[in-house]
Each structure stands twice: as structure tokens, then as C-alpha cells.
């Protein structure tokens, strides 16, 4: 298979190049070829030299702060030499309320300081072979531990007003469950059903509260190889069976700052 090869460059007058050299030797040992421009480029000389070398993708670096003005500057480039089908990449001391101007302005990903090296080789990976990772469809539900769900239920039906759709068994879980609706998603009530539920170690360790965030996906398997592949820690490698039928695994709670997500992708009801 041939390489992906990367134009990596630094827009501007910023006079550091140890991060945008970092990233370059990160990604030949991803066995990407590597091209870099060096220091104080101009939009026009980055486009060029993409075309002449023939690039998959462009990653630029910025460290000065002008990254509003030179990114968009690269962009519309490409666009003046015919070549806006060179996707850009953007990384270095970005704001992260300046990720929409500049996705909007046509940087298909920005990576903010700190962003691990080999989740920019895999992305990068995925941009060229079309598999980048998409977002969820929505928020499937809202997981709330509780100590029974009968003695809970009053407040959600009667004082929240909100439509109780279905109790159920996981035996997977040794979960109750019951699932209201409100809007778009629901709120799932989970109780313990024996001492060795997760449940019950979450209500002795934290107490009633809320539990877990699900995101609804539609190919889970695929969606657990790709945050493998980026490095992410699973508490599940493959799905298991959840309630309606579903398809469920989680992310480990250190993969996003405390919070535990599970993936979810529905089946067909029986």
C-alpha cells in the first residue's frame, strides 16, 4: 500500500519548530512520509510545495497565536490553485473557542496542546481512508443509580411529569431497570439486583446519582476498533447485551476526565 504522505508546515513568522518537528518524526514512525517546509512560511509557498510534493493531507503548526488569520489564509490557497481536495489539518496553542471559526473556515481538524501523537497519526489514517470517526447520532439515555426504582418513580412520573415507557431485567448487569421518556432520549433508573451488580459498587462507593452518559452509534464493533486503534481504554473490547435488545460496551471513565460513557447501538425489538 502506498504511504500517506504529509506536508507538515509553519505558517507565519513563529520561530519555534520543536512541536511541529515532534509531530513529524511521530507520524514517519506511523510509516507516513513526511515533508517539512521549515520555518516562516507563506500560505501561498505551503500550497504550492503541497501540490509539488504531492501530499495526502497538510498539518500545519502554530505557536504564535495568528492562527485565526494563517490557517483560513492556507486554506483559500488551495482553493486559488485548484487543489482544495488537500485536506488541513491545524495543531499548537489554539483556544478551544477558536475550533469552530476555524473548522468553518474549512480546517477539517484542529489538535489542541496536549492532543497525543498517535491519535493525529490515526486520524490522519482514517481522513485518508474515509474512516474517520463520526459523532454519535444523539444521547441514547441518562443512567441514574438508585436504591429501588419504586421508591423513586413518584418524583420522575408525578413531580418531573414524565412517561414511564419500560421495566426490565439485564441479567448482564444484574440490573432493574426502568426507562422514562423526556424529549428525544430518556432517563434510564438502574437498581441493583444483587451485591455483585456495578450498580450496588456505585451506591456504596458514591451514593444515588447519576451513573453513566449513552451514546447512541450505529456500528459499534467499528466504533470500538477505532478508539482501540486511537489508544482509548475500554472497559468492554467487545459488546454485550443490554436492555431493548441493544448492544452496549463502555469507555473507561480515565478515557474522559471522571465520566463513563457506554456505546449503544439498538437492535431490532423482538
Sequence with gaps: MKPIRVLIAKPGLDGHDRGALIIAQALRDHGMEVIYTGLRQSAIQIARAAIQEDVDVIGLSSLSGAHKSLFPKVVEALKEQGASD???IGGGVIPAEDIPFLEEKGVDKIFTSGSPTDAIAVYIKQLIHKETIEAPSKIAHIGIAVESID???????????????????????????AFLKIGGTMFELLEPLSEDSPIQSFLMKKGEGVHHIALEVDDIHKRLNQYRDQGIRLIHEQPKTGAHNSQIAFLHPKAANGVLFELCQHGEEE
Design 151 to 177: 421508591a423513586t418513580l413518584p418524583f420522575y412520573q408525578h413531580t418531573l411529569g414524565l412517561e414511564l415507557q419500560a421495566v426490565e431485567k439485564v441479567e448482564s448487569e444484574q440490573v432493574r431497570v
Design 86 to 88: 488537500i485536506p488541513v
